[in-house]
């Protein structure tokens, strides 16, 4: 088990789509074990392939008391409207409030290659949705108006800067 860095803004494998999980094997499991570690050590609650270099479709997390392995994610329905505060591992977790669905359902695969779904509501679905846009290339940030996407990318850039 090891503590990968995290890639940030504005690193070009954060901004593709990733491949698909094609392989259930140990090198798997141990690339999810990374990804945890990575995860709680930098006190997220999600964490996509891409944050660590990997263009791939598989994300963890461990929010609200819903933990899982999520590879080849897809938002199968939504509903509701929610805004609240997100924020990124890799854009210095510097918080924008983004709308996203109230509930949301995913389906994926686990750790083993068997399909599963998940519904979630509230701060847990907001994480479905965040950590499925990482594998399709596309940041909490992509999903803001212009200035007020400047001002995050702004403010991290400053913060980086004293770190
Ligand atoms: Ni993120």
Redesign the pocket.
Known sequence: MAIRKITEFPEPVLAKVGEPITEFDESLAELCEDMFATMYDAE?V???AP?IGISKRLFVMDCEGLKLIAANPVIVSSEGVQSGHE?????GKVPAVVERPMKARLKAQDVNGNWFEAEAEGYAARCFL??TD?CDGK??IDRLPKLRREMVIRRFQKEKRWR
């Open positions: 997220g999600g964490l996509a944050q924020g990124c591992l890799s854009v965040h950590e990482h940041l909490f």
